[in-house]
Structure formats: structure tokens, C-alpha cells
């Protein structure tokens, strides 16, 4: 079983940058397609972007320009930085591990992290 585990967020101004990490456990994350999500208090999950085992990533419109999403495979990790942060960026943030990627409902990932908390003051 895959274990995820983020790391990395806290309490930026906006303007400010911060650098996300997941880290699994378990397996390596070299065949897997890891997407990053987030969500606001009383809000759907939204997704943010993903990255191929080879290492091509995918950003929804929304989120062009400003997210990063990169991997590490000799250390298990993938990683979100996150720059010119603003307060709607305020969210817990998830790291997801798909098997066999078909889509980037929710639904459609595996295994999920714990969540790390991100929050932009104005």
C-alpha cells in the first residue's frame, strides 16, 4: 500500500512563496502519476496539477503561472511551489498517487495523503 505524507505549509503573506513536499512511504513514486489538490473550508476539492512518471506535468488554467510541480524519484518526493500567493490560495493541500491514470477526478486516484495546511494573509 502506497503512503503519502505533505509537508511544507504554514502561514505566508500574500506576495510570498512557499514549497510543498509529499514524500511516500512504501513504494517509489517512479511509475505513478502524482497529482496535487486542495481544498478550502466548505469547498469541493479542486485540482491542481500532476506530474507523469516521466515528468511532464499538466496545470488546469486556473492555476498557470504561478504553481510548480516537480519530482524526485531517488527520494520518493514530489513537490508543489507555489509563488505570488494570494488569500484565495488559502487551502489544505493533498498529494495523490495514481496507478493507472485515466483522469484527475478525485475519484480517480488511489492513494492520498494527510493534508498540509496553507494559509495567505492579505
Known amino acids: 500500500q502506497v503512503q503519502l505524507v505533505e509537508s511544507g505549509g504554514g502561514l505566508v503573506q500574500a506576495g510570498g512563496s512557499l514549497r510543498l513536499s509529499c514524500v511516500g512511504s512504501g513504494r517509489t513514486f517512479s511509475n505513478y502519476v502524482m497529482g496535487w489538490f486542495r481544498q478550502a473550508p466548505g469547498k469541493e476539492r479542486q485540482f491542481v496539477g500532476r506530474?507523469?512518471?516521466?515528468?511532464?506535468?499538466y496545470y488546469p488554467y486556473s492555476m498557470r503561472g504561478r504553481f510548480t510541480i516537480s519530482r524526485d524519484n531517488a527520494k520518493n518526493t514530489v513537490y508543489l511551489e507555489m509563488n505570488s500567493l494570494k488569500p484565495e490560495d488559502t487551502a489544505v493541500y493533498y498529494c495523490?498517487?495514481?496507478?493507472?491514470?485515466?483522469?484527475?477526478?478525485?475519484?480517480?486516484?488511489?492513494?492520498w495523503g494527510q493534508g498540509t495546511q496553507v494559509t495567505v494573509s492579505s
Open positions: 506530474i507523469t512518471a516521466n515528468g511532464v506535468t
Open positions: 495523490a498517487a495514481a496507478l493507472e491514470w485515466y483522469s484527475d477526478e478525485t475519484e480517480n486516484y488511489d492513494y
